[in-house]
């Protein structure tokens, strides 16, 4: 058994990775422990990451090569499936520098903070498959599918949607709701699209939801939501072909205005259709020295565009209070009290859009008749304001975070 009194990170995506950054920023020596025995996800998806997001690297050093690996991406204009106009709404504020809200491929952000993490000398272990994490008294004992196990002071849950360490934690904890959409997309070049390099273009179908994206070198990034109704077992949408998906796809497109069609008979590879889960509301996020974080403890759907900028405001937030607390339990709870009203708020905001992508006929008519309205009240709201605006501070104590 290795013992390093160290803390032990499970999971080594952009969670983890961040974490592990932010603890060295606070004189903590941490591991990151990864289940799969390679880097990054393959080509994936791509998301968002709000200018709160960006804030939060900031503070690790990390935004810069970020930026480089993507494009911004500050607004979204909305239409329905004939094409009309619904109205706009933003992806973030600007920053003080000027910027603002990026959109850039998974893999990419994971291989920026893989290389950044490893530049400053954090170990990242990977094929470590956690299987059990107890209590020692005066640390915690991880135990891999390895056969190995480590002890640490603390355990951190870095583990996306579908934690080990939740069950660990606590294992009556509810599962991950299913928002009632599967989603894949693709990226492609040689195809026109009506709009600007950097401008978010989002379309209510009548039958799935399609929002595309202009790079600044010409290609375009796309992504369908598809709803259905019965949660899909576990590997059943990715075990269909690519090509499959999108026979189905150009069905499920052919009535709606828009560049869905083209795009999707341009793309020659598509990302993996996948199940869209979250977590509205987590009780337990902590028990003795074990935690979960991130997507762990309160994933969002996607549709928020909030889930790695909360995960990074998490890995800064929580560096923090270890930093400034005597004892971890003391941390943790400091750590909950600050992150979970924003992160709840936020969830919540995103199953509102997750319902108006799956709308029928009379709930489209409600949706495109609303919309507009209700975008124009909201373009500079208070909980916009919140949810951008949020800066953390790293020389103010914890309780001070606005």
């Not at 909305?78 to 603002?100: C, I, M, Q, Y």
């Not at 052919?254 to 560049?259: L, Q, R, T």
Request: glycine share 10%; hydrophobic share 40%.
């Amino acid at each position: 058994m290795t013992r390093a009194r160290t803390t032990l990170v499970i999971g080594g995506g952009i969670a983890g990775l961040a974490t592990a950054m932010a603890l060295q920023k606070a004189g903590i020596d941490s591991v990151v422990y990864e289940a799969h025995p390679t880097g990054a996800d393959g080509i994936g998806v791509f998301l968002t990451l709000g200018s709160n997001g960006v804030d939060a690297l900031r503070v690790l050093g990390a935004d810069k090569p970020a930026l480089a690996a993507g494009f911004p991406t500050p607004g979204i204009t909305l239409r329905n499936s004939a094409g009309k106009h619904l109205g706009e709404s933003s992806t973030g504020r600007s920053l003080p520098d000027g910027t603002t809200s990026q959109t850039l491929k998974r893999a990419d952000l994971y291989r920026v903070l893989h290389e950044q993490a490893s530049s400053r000398g954090i170990r990242i272990e990977h094929g470590k498959r956690l299987v059990g994490a107890e209590e020692t008294g005066d640390g915690v004992r991880a135990v891999f599918a390895d056969g190995s196990e480590v002890i640490g002071d603390v355990l951190i849950g870095c583990d996306g949607v579908h934690s080990a360490v939740r069950r660990i934690i606590d294992p009556a904890a509810p599962a991950p709701t299913y928002a009632g959409l599967i989603t894949n997309g693709g990226y492609t070049r040689g195809v026109r699209v009506d709009t600007v390099p950097g401008s978010y273009e989002m379309i209510f179908g009548k039958r799935a939801f399609f929002g595309y994206a202009l790079a600044l070198d010409g290609e375009v990034w796309w992504f369908a939501n598809v709803p259905r109704r019965d949660e899909p077992a576990r590997g059943e949408v990715e075990a269909i072909s690519g090509d499959e998906w999108r026979r189905r796809l150009l069905r499920l497109f052919a009535d709606d205005a828009g560049p869905a069609i083209p795009l999707i008979e341009a793309t020659t590879q598509l990302t993996t259709m996948s199940p869209i889960h979250a977590i509205p509301h987590l009780p337990t996020w902590h028990n003795g020295r074990r935690i979960v974080i991130g997507d762990a403890a309160h994933a969002p759907s996607p549709s928020s565009g909030q889930g790695a900028s909360l995960s990074i405001e998490d890995a800064v937030v929580l560096a923090k209070c270890l930093r400034d607390h005597p004892s971890p339990q003391a941390a943790f709870t400091r750590f909950e009290a600050a992150r979970r009203p924003r992160v709840e708020r936020i969830i919540k905001w995103a199953a509102r859009i997750n319902n108006s992508k799956a709308a029928g006929p009379v709930g489209r008519v409600f949706r495109d008749a609303m919309l507009p309205m209700i975008l124009r009240m909201t373009a500079d709201s208070k909980a916009l304001k919140q949810t951008y605006d949020y800066h953390i501070d790293w020389d103010a104590p914890t309780a001070t975070d606005s």
